[in-house]
């Protein structure tokens, strides 16, 4: 009689434990499913929201930088902002600037602004990706109306966490090279060393391109879109 017992308590516990998972299951897939699909599903994407914030692409003249970046940009959202620093002065830098126009598709609203990046990025809408093209025009641009750097410095460098949506830094390596024989021209090798390194040390994610190809120095790249 014992060892029917026995017998007859197996299989009613075998019943209760299954039966106990699949309910822990169908919660867990309950509490999913209405997370992804009300206001909150924006959990899913958060690590790109914040984690993203602020990325660096950093290359050399012709890398492929801008066009790496532009298509990196675009990967983050639907609704799309390019800030151009650089200012036509001769005939060579204005095709330079239709080419770069030419290639942007209807999704990008421009804004040039080639001093005051810090006031303007605190101006942007949310739900945009925002693409600065590119600080060391925005530099060139300070050191010829002879501005303070340090004090420019820190005003962008402050505006970054207020921004309402990811943005995404061009800026160029210019330290792999010769030393420039004039004066002013070593300025300016050292004022993009030392923007460089407080745009990467405030940004998430920094990105070296070459020959058009991505090597990422900090952070991860985004897989998803806003």
Known sequence: ???????SETPSRAIVQPSLTHHLCCLFIIVFYDRVTHKDANWITSDIKMGQQIALVLGGAASGKSRWAEAYTASLASKLIYVATAQAFDSEMENKIAVHQDVRSDRWT??????????????????????????????????????NLDDAYDAWISALPAAASPI???????????????????????AQGQLNQRLAAAADLVVMVTAGLPMVLKGQLAESRL
């Not at 945009?128 to 925005?138: E, Q, R």
């Not at 995404?168 to 050292?190: H, T, W």
């Open 1 to 7: 009689a014992r060892r029917e017992n026995s017998l």
């Open 168 to 190: 995404v830094i061009v800026s160029k390596e210019v330290g792999q090279g010769i030393v420039p024989q004039n004066a002013l021209g070593r300025q300016f090798r050292d």
């Open 110 to 147: 421009t804004h040039e602004e080639p001093f005051n990046v810090a006031e303007l990025i605190t101006t942007l809408p949310a739900k945009h990706a925002v693409l600065i093209d590119c600080a060391t025009m925005w530099l060139s641009n300070q050191l010829l109306a002879e501005k």
